[in-house]
């Protein structure tokens, strides 16, 4: 099996280098479903530190139920949680270094923080969209009770809300043409050919700013040497 440090001395020759997409919604709207049917198989690495966190707590055989309010639970889960932060922190700036095209797993709740991430990769060449995926706050709730990992309702009914008001700021920040929003209310239907289109539009993109392309033309030349 390839490690993530064999993709980073690649990077040059990923198809998909200097792009990245934010993937978000809330708690429950099926982020996961989605990125597996519009974004999988397109040499996109994940970003994903819930991914890291899960792993870890089923590493030391803890509840996946966050709705248990045991005090000692609680702390340990925080700090599994910063290790994971920390260690996706550590992916994300080897990914970046190798300009490898990225999928970034966030819940939207944190504008300024997705911004800032955004400017950042824009700042050293990157095209960064946003693949927003909605659903009812009656579907995140249904959905937080039946998968593995739940949430408290209050948290799930929070972070809807919140999201939902940050639609317009993420549109801004990502521009229209960047911007697909999913609806994922209905599980058991594929995601619409139309958000396959406008996905399939943006990754065929090929860099065009002048940071990507100096890199590009400079890691080639390494190369040749």
């Known amino acids: 099996m390839r490690n993530f440090q064999d993709y980073i001395s690649e990077g040059v020759y990923d198809p998909n280098i200097f792009k990245a997409f934010f993937l978000a919604g809330g708690p429950g709207s099926g982020k996961s479903w989605v990125s597996e049917r519009a974004l999988s198989g397109m040499g996109l690495k994940v970003i994903n530190s819930d991914s890291v966190f899960a ?17 000692k639970e609680i702390e340990r889960r925080d700090e599994i949680r910063a290790k994971a932060k920390a260690r996706t922190g550590t992916q994300l700036k080897l990914a970046l270094e190798g300009r490898l095209g990225l999928i970034l797993d966030s819940t ?45 309702d ?57 940071q990507a392309v100096s890199w590009i033309k400079r890691e080639l030349q390494k190369r040749k040497r």
């Not at 095209?127 to 659903?135: A, Q």
């Not at 229209?176 to 995601?191: C, Y």
């Open 55 to 71: 792993r870890a707590l089923n590493k030391e055989k803890m509840s996946l139920n966050f709705a248990n309010y045991d005090e």
């Open 108 to 152: 939207a709740r944190d504008v300024s923080r997705i911004a800032d991430e955004a400017n950042t990769m824009k700042q050293i060449g990157y095209d960064v969209y946003m693949v927003f995926v909605n659903t009812s706050l009656e579907v995140a709730l249904k959905r937080n009770q039946m998968r593995a990992r739940k949430l408290p």
């Open 154 to 210: 209050a948290i799930v009914i929070n972070s809807h809300r919140q999201i939902q008001q940050n639609i317009g700021k993420l549109q801004r920040i990502f521009g229209t043409n960047n911007f697909v929003i999913v609806d994922n209310n209905k599980p058991a239907e594929d995601v619409n050919p139309s958000v396959h289109k406008a996905i399939r539009r943006m990754i065929n993109r090929k860099p065009t700013s002048y």
